[in-house]
């Protein structure tokens, strides 16, 4: 049995459960979708290929950011809509255009090209906090209807890269650093989106672990802690959400451009995988018209490219050679079940469409409440309604909620309520700048405890702030770690002073809350001196809202951790970031000081990424994965495992409404130490009420990948339940049979 009190520092939620085997979720669930009949799309693909001539071949093979970006911009064609992407129909064989935008986290706001707004969800990491795959589907849902109401057709969202680094500057756009978790959340928003009849992406594939370098960086790793780690999120992922495209990395994999690696786009994505769709690139990362041989099905952005290559340069390849001819009609034939399984062409999207703002803020709001973790509470929190004072300090609060930047930045109408440049001069300046959301939580609080004076500080004069939180009786410090698409952060500190901030402002008032508005995990050397933490993420379009209603214990906080918070780098696999002192070359011809030679050694850790690393190594983290405190208290027991069917009963032992993460974990296996996340499942509970959970186990989480498949040893299994990957309960063994099988 194991239970979880609402103030231990160290105390998550109780426990329980397995996953779902990599199939469609039950009734239970979120709003399932008909199942994507690849067949008939693929069948009557085939049949459109047959007529197509050779020039309308290399059509759908290449496609245009549609951006007045300066320089050399190509025509942009009249029923393009400002987005990132836009490839030409064929009108005479009713193939639609192609028009893109990103990204996970809703309609991008493309620097106001547009001039219009969007919901903006909180980031991937904080959706996943809330370790819900119904939420995921709602979310989902959500911005893709309203991708199709601005008149796009494909949302390049499905973001699933496991996190091997927290210091990567994309890892507030994904999910997890486990591969089960992060394939059924990401398998669920791609269902959500292409509810909408719009294609959704599962990006970047594969093992995109940094951006440092991005383009250069050639990550080492073994085939079998690939297929154990960050390929089988994307196996995962794929199974469930049936993505009509996969957009392949940046990133080199054993030498090779991942979107003109054989191995990952022909020989794991199409061949073992049996994937039907088609793999378009990464803007700028195709390297030169052989990628079409090596997997690659689509040439995207091409104006970032050295060169156009799938277009009459494939198309004379095709004339010449029954090889590339044979592979032109694959790559068409792909694009077109695509688009035939989403019914891009039975049911158009057009700009104009009706979006409802309310409803739309509301979903992006359950998710910010449902992903808030609360990392620590000596007594302080819930506050009261009651207050008389309270001081708020920092992170632009009285403004907005911060948002991650680069390609997936959204913002609402009005654009960001502050911008802070990062960049001196050129577009890019606002591609990569510091914004927030315009939902202030300041505001947001103020309405909850209406007697309250409250004052802000923004923090700059540590003095000042410390004056004001002395003569409050609460002070809540908005610390902040802003994150960005193209950058790496380089170390887990918080930027601009604010740890010294938060130990002075602590140390003037003991009932100091400091809520974080960060990409990623960070360091606390003040976390024994505040009264409570919460990790807020980057909480999106109401993020205020949903941070007062957690303070004030609206919202029974229920997120859980679904990254490891590591005390320090020297922790991590890697200590020193790969190519942290590195200079990129200069291919102009000119002198440079860098080398093309930036190697990212995966085989470190292997598939022991996050927390299975620090169960490999025996270190403690600041905070494991899985962990998050409650108001209330659960407790888990009567764990049975029969085969690969585990059960066992969930029960809030406290006094209020709430949700747990069950959480089950591989312990051991045939007599050998393992650390792997089994399964689990969020279960809402009335106070006093239990609920029965069985689920069924993916052999691939007890397996390994040896000899081009899948290998379980003969054995005793134990599994334990979890509040988190640290705090297990009493092993429960049970002998399972040798199995091998493919994929």
Known sequence: MISQGPRLAKTSSAVAVVAATAIAFSAAHAKPTPAVDMKAADARAAA????????????????????????????????????????????????????????????????????????????????????????????????????????????????????????NGRTFEYLAEDPLLSGMLVGAAIRGVQSNKIISTIKHFALNGQETGRKYVDVKISEDAARESDLLAFQIGIEQGQPGSVMCAYNRVWGEQACASDWLLNKVLKQSWGYKGFVMSDWGAVPNIEAALKGLDQQSGEQLDPGVFFDSKLQNKAAADPVWQARLDDMNRRILTAIYASELDKAPASPGGKIDSAANAAVAEDVAKQGIVLLKNDGALPLAKSAKSIAIIGGYADGGVLSGAGSSQVQGEGGPVVMRPVGGKGVWAGFIAQQYHRSSPMDAIQALAKDAKVTFRDGRYIAD????????????????????????????????????????????????????????????????????????????????????????????????????????????????????????????????????????????????????????KGTKPLFPFGYGLSYTTFESAGLKVKGLTASFTVKNTGQREGADVAQLYLVSRAGQAKRRLAGFQRVNLAAGASQNVSLTIDPRILADWKDGGWSMPAGEYSFALGKDAEMMGPPVKVRLPAKTWKD
Do not use: C
Request: no cysteine.
């Open 48 to 167: 459109t290929v047959r007529q197509m001539t050779a020039e309308e071949k290399v059509v759908l093979t290449h496609g245009i950011m549609p951006l007045p970006l300066g320089g050399p911009t190509p025509p942009i064609p009249a029923d393009a809509v400002a987005g990132a992407g836009y490839i030409s129909g064929i009108e005479r064989l009713g193939v639609p255009a192609l028009k893109e935008t990103d990204a996970s986290l809703g309609v991008s706001y493309v620097m106001g090209i547009r001039k219009d707004g969007a919901t903006a969800l909180p980031s991937g990491v904080a959706q996943a906090a809330a370790w819900n795959p119904d939420l995921m589907y709602r979310g989902g849902a959500m911005i893709g209807s309203e991708a199709r109401a601005k008149g796009f057709n494909v949302l390049l969202a499905g973001g699933v890269n496991l996190m091997r680094d927290p210091r």
């Open 465 to 616: 702030a410390v004056e004001k939180a002395r003569q409050s009786e609460v002070a809540i410090v908005f610390a902040t770690q802003w994150t960005t698409e193209g950058l790496d952060v380089p170390d887990l500190s918080l930027p601009d002073g604010q740890d010294e901030l938060i130990a002075a402002v602590a140390a003037a008032n003991p009932k100091t809350i400091v809520v974080l508005e960060t990409g990623g995990p960070v360091k606390m050397p003040w976390l024994d001196k505040v009264a409570g933490v919460v990790e807020a993420w980057y909480p999106g379009a109401r993020g205020g809202p949903a941070i007062a209603s957690v303070l004030f214990g609206d919202t029974n906080p229920s997120g859980r951790l679904p990254i490891t918070f590591p005390a320090s780098e020297a922790q991590l696999p890697r200590p020193k970031l790969d190519g942290s002192d590195w200079v990129e070359p200069d291919f102009s011809g000119g002198p440079s000081s860098g080398s093309d030679k930036l190697v990212a050694d995966y085989d470190i850790e292997g598939s022991d990424v996050g927390y299975r690393w620090f169960a490999r």
